[in-house]
């Protein structure tokens, strides 16, 4: 069976604190992916990342950067010097392409609520 | 470009009644997801559709009903509403090792 652990429910932070989400995930599937989405108070969700389960390569995109470790089934989402901003619930997502998915089911984790203080 | 549209946005029903969710997407994509989102649950996966004519249950599947006639278009049916069911509702597409794009979510009220 697949799934997504965010152990942690709810983050406070003050501005310009980093913040790290972490996402644990389950899969038997040898080839899969990992989202990261983002759910502001306005409610749509928004997609931060996608990887797949060949590429280790960590990424940075401006404040926010990920780390993929297969070795601990991790990918966890670091906010480096959090802004009010980016206040929102982010959920961590996982899908594989195999026998074990039984065909494209998209498994998302319970969230993380971040609140950024000014 | 419309992307994911999900109708209607908002809906209360009584106890007992039947109403249908319509999710439709312009991006071609095969696959198709129902999600609920209820506080401190996260987004749990209701039915999907893996391509045209073809459902799967998947983790809460229990008083819904789905269908993938066309392409394009995934319905979901709620046969006699619950007070449980009242929840929000989201939609999303996706092709197969691509991310998924999501409706605006619509909230349904059960009275």
């Known amino acids: 069976a697949q799934k997504v652990t965010q152990a942690q429910t709810e983050i406070s932070v003050v501005e310009k604190e980093d913040v790290t989400l972490d996402c644990v995930y389950e899969?038997?599937?040898?080839?899969?992916?990992l989202f990261w989405y983002k759910q502001p108070p306005s409610g749509e969700l928004v997609f931060l990342i996608r990887?797949?389960?060949?590429?280790?390569q960590n990424e940075i995109s401006g404040r926010y950067s990920w780390n993929f470790q297969k070795s601990t089934s991790s990918f966890n989402f670091t906010i480096t010097a959090s802004q009010v901003v980016d206040s929102a619930v982010y959920f961590c997502?996982?899908?594989?392409?195999?026998?074990?998915?039984?065909?494209?089911?998209?498994?998302f984790g319970q969230g993380t609520e971040l609140s950024v203080k000014p | 470009n419309a992307g994911v549209t999900q109708t209607p946005k908002f809906r209360v029903l009584k106890t007992g009644q039947s109403m249908t969710l319509l999710c439709a997407q312009d991006?071609?994509?095969?696959?198709m997801y129902w999600y609920r989102q209820d506080p401190g649950m996260g987004l749990r996966l209701i039915h999907y559709?893996?391509?045209?004519?073809?459902?799967a249950k998947g983790e809460v599947p229990d008083g819904y009903n789905v269908s993938r006639l066309k392409k394009q278009n995934f319905l979901l049916g709620l046969e006699s509403a619950a007070p449980s069911q009242t929840s929000v509702y989201f939609c999303?597409?996706?092709?197969?090792?691509?991310?998924?794009?999501f409706g605006q979510g619509t909230r349904l009220t059960v009275v």
């Open positions: 999303a597409s996706r092709n197969r090792v691509r991310e998924a794009f």
């Open positions: 899969t038997r599937d040898t080839t899969y992916y």
């Open positions: 990887r797949n389960s060949f590429d280790e």
């Open positions: 997502a996982l899908t594989s392409s195999g026998p074990y998915n039984q065909g494209g089911k998209l498994i």
């Open positions: 991006m071609n994509h095969e696959y």
């Open positions: 559709s893996v391509g045209e004519g073809t459902t």
